[in-house]
């Protein structure tokens, strides 16, 4: 079992920065794949950055070269560096940990945290 924290959202403007923090206990944090997704209001959630436990880092075109998705296994924690944010980043933001165990693909999520890039 795995239980995740988001932490960081809130309100920017465009073009400013923040960092999502993801905090996870329970179980072997680094054996866990980990990723944050985001949800805007009447859209699917989709995937905006993912790491693995070897470090191998994955993002969606839209934030590509504007975040960054980083890894502490020190701190059982997981960061996404957001700059140069635009109002179409306006959605909530989930963390995601990831882990295949005896074949079944395990994910628990967080319970979101809001960025809103509004002027």
């Known amino acids: 079992q795995v239980q995740v924290v988001e932490s960081g959202g809130g309100l920017v403007q465009p073009g400013g920065s923040l960092r999502l923090s993801c905090a996870a206990s329970?179980?072997?944090?680094?054996?866990?794949?980990m990723g944050w997704y985001r949800q805007a209001p009447g859209k699917q959630r989709e995937l905006v950055a993912s790491?693995?436990?070897?470090?191998?880092?994955n993002y969606a075109d839209s934030v590509k070269g504007r975040f960054t998705i980083s890894r502490d296994n020190a701190k059982n924690t997981v960061y996404l560096q957001m700059n140069t944010l635009k109002p179409e980043d306006t959605a909530v933001y989930y963390c995601n940990a990831r882990r295949l165990i005896t074949g079944v693909d395990v994910n628990y999520w967080g319970q979101g945290t809001q960025v809103t890039v509004s002027s």
């Open positions: 790491i693995t436990s070897g470090f191998i880092t």
């Open positions: 329970g179980s072997i944090f680094n054996a866990y794949a």
